[in-house]
């Protein structure tokens, strides 16, 4: 168990929808990472937080968007989904950001677009 | 229906014997690389890191080699044991330190 955990666990939803992600990072940790793995194009930084603020951005589409609370969970916002945004979405954690800094992964959530 | 997949890398190597899982990265501005594993059905989990003014570190038998010339980074399992089947991924992070770039991976199966 690395202490990082994501909600819910699975979600099924249909082409045009919203949908919301959750992530609370291990007890401490100030950043927050997302990460797309879809079976065609294994794992894709989308974004990251630090201390609530956007620290970096990776393949994240304009069509999703993300945000971390002040009490550092974060929230990943999938709209007008697709059902090539079917993937598993992974949320990490680390103390800081960057080199040196261990990132862990929570469980994921399987998102499935019907 | 068919299913389409990423196609990764295999290795397979028997218990007991030593693992050599190697990566390929292009970006000649990462300077800080990390060997992740990820077994079925769970997120991936730190292995080993190493700054670019190494070349080689070594864990709990586990150990990163990197050569900068060619862009290459290994890794490196002792004694592989079968809960070591896995995919494994390399991840670079630019020297700007804002991106992590992983591998698409390889899957190692230990035979008992």
């Known amino acids: 168990d690395s202490g990082v955990t994501q909600t819910p666990k699975h979600l099924i939803t249909a082409t045009g929808q919203r949908v919301t992600l959750r992530c609370s990072p291990r007890?401490?940790?100030?950043?927050v990472y997302w990460y797309q793995q879809s079976l065609d194009q294994g794992l894709q930084f989308l974004i990251q937080?630090?201390?609530?603020?956007?620290?970096a951005k990776g393949n994240i589409l304009e069509r999703f968007s993300a945000q971390q609370f002040p009490d550092l969970h974060s929230e990943l916002n999938l709209s007008s989904l697709e059902l090539g945004d079917s993937a598993l979405y992974f949320c990490?954690?680390?103390?800081?950001?960057?080199?040196?800094?261990?990132?862990?992964f929570g469980p994921g959530t399987r998102l499935t677009v019907l | 229906g068919e299913s389409v997949g990423l196609h990764l890398p295999t290795l397979s190597v028997q218990e007991g014997d030593n693992s050599i899982i190697n990566c390929a990265y292009s970006?000649?501005?990462?300077?800080?690389f990390i060997w992740y594993k990820q077994e079925s059905g769970k997120g991936p989990q730190f292995i080993i890191d190493?700054?670019?003014?190494?070349d080689k570190r070594q864990g709990q038998r586990v150990t990163v080699l990197l050569n900068k010339t060619v862009k290459h980074l290994s890794l490196q399992i002792a004694a592989t044991q079968p809960g070591d089947s896995a995919v494994y991924f390399c991840?670079?992070?630019?020297?700007?330190?804002?991106?992590?770039?992983f591998g698409t991976g390889t899957s190692l199966t230990v035979i008992p």
């Open positions: 990490a954690s680390s103390s800081a950001g960057g080199e040196g800094n261990e990132q862990f």
């Open positions: 007890s401490g940790d100030l950043s």
């Open positions: 937080y630090y201390n609530g603020e956007e620290r």
């Open positions: 970006n000649s501005a990462s300077d800080y």
């Open positions: 190493i700054r670019s003014n190494m």
């Open positions: 991840a670079e992070l630019t020297n700007t330190g804002n991106q992590f770039y």
